[in-house]
């Protein structure tokens, strides 16, 4: 009986803000109010089945759709004026019309229907979850961390995150002063291939092993700011807002989970001002071409000036757009392919399947050696590769579902040992669904391998 009221609260709760929101978005623009409207709640009844049915990665996969697809569009709309025919705002022959994107969109919502749907009958059919999800509870988590609540094994962990940082830090100054891995110039190339090791070790090893190890120390306020400095000198590094997000993630993560709402709060502000702070940076950098000393740029009061009272929602309206939302799918539909089940199995296997994205959505030629992210993320690809066909859009959703059901599996697999390597399990399953759905294909099949190798290596050394 508590529980349903609970439900209800929460439920009115939503309602309100729902209404709030589209009010808001009417008033500045009667079109973004309208798709608000109309998305968010048809994208939030799949992010509640998605929740519902307790799978780990098809939550996190309907949470990023909830906020590319369902709330993004509104924002999308509000900024019509800085969308052009190419360049960073391209949406070429798009008119900004709702009926029109409506006609766009409904194939966006076919697929992730499909997603949900074959999901959840894979889920049923092959590998029933019910009995084994009480551990995945998130208030149950120290029992899945098996963190020792002995006080001389957290300062040891809390010893090793500081000499672990202490090493990130000054590597990362390193690669920003030898123009290694900055996001938008020219590379300076290593031998071996470290380049981008070096890179792809700043922006998705450091993150997991820091969230291990911040996970196991007593998380006390001095190891809390030790954090979001280094992920603040690792953003600059290599200019990049979503390092500084995903380094910072274990602090927000346990500051919800240990109930500091005080410094869940203090944590967002530093992100958003450390958000803004890194998009000015970018300026800096750029017109640096040549190049500029790290510490020169840190004390550069270019750095504050982006620095205004709404950084919150621009913020969030950047996540959003980092998801590929909107803009992206407008490219996509455009764009008319060759060779459709060729196409496919091209981007499945890891090939090309355009020559030159910047070129043909951005209208952008690229010099050599230019490293800069111009994807469109998975979403927008597969109504590329449908090229308006449902069925095809249909079967597309099938082999994502496999996609994610086999993630999940290894992210159950790995759960069900509740040792030390099953902490590994949240954070690999949310870089799993976030390279998915950024289009990462060979760092998606990679995290899997990783998640499968871990598994076998699980099974090897547990007694008979």
Known sequence: MKNRMKNRKLFFYIFIIYLILT?????????????????????????FIAIREKGITISIFTLFFFLAHGIE???????????TYYGWGAVKNFNFEVLEFLNIYILVYILMASILIFFIGLRKILFPLDKSLSSCNITKIDDIL?????????????????????????????????????????????????TGALYFFRSLLVPVIIFYLYGKSNRSTLLNL??????????????????????????????????????????????SIGYEVITSSRLIV????????FFDLIFSPELLRNITWDIPLKIFNNIC????????????????IDGRISAIIKYFSLQRVIKDEALEFYGFILPPNMAIGVGIGFIPMLILLANKNIFVLILLGLITAFLLFLAEWMVR????????????????????????????????????????????????????
């Open 23 to 47: 009010l808001l978005f009417w008033v500045q623009d009667k079109q973004a109010g309208i798709l608000f409207a109309i998305l968010s709640p048809v994208s939030g009844l799949f992010l």
């Open 146 to 194: 098996n963190i020792n609540n002995n006080i001389q094994k957290k300062i040891l962990f809390q010893i090793l995150l500081i000499i672990f940082i202490s090493l990130v830090i000054p590597i990362s100054i390193a690669m920003f002063n030898n123009q290694i891995g900055i996001l938008g110039l020219p590379q300076h190339r290593l031998p071996f291939k470290l």
């Open 413 to 464: 697999k790995l759960l069900s040992f509740k040792n030390n390597l099953s902490f590994l399990a949240y954070p690999l399953s949310f870089l799993i669904v976030y390279t998915l759905i950024s289009s990462l294909s060979s760092i998606f099949y990679s995290f899997l391998l990783i998640s499968i190798m871990i598994n076998i290596f699980q099974h090897v050394r547990r007694p008979s």
């Open 73 to 83: 569009p509104a924002f999308f709309f509000l900024d019509k004026e800085n969308y």
């Open 321 to 336: 757009g980092r998801l590929c939302g909107a803009q992206n799918v407008v490219l996509a539909y455009q764009y008319v």
């Open 226 to 271: 030790i954090v979001l400095i280094c992920a603040l000198i690792a953003g600059l590094s290599g200019v990049s807002r979503s390092t500084l997000i995903f380094i910072t993630l274990p602090t927000l993560f346990y500051a919800f989970k240990d109930r500091q709402y005080i410094r869940l709060v203090i944590i967002f502000i530093f992100i």
């Open 286 to 293: 750029y017109y640096s071409y040549s190049g500029i000393n």
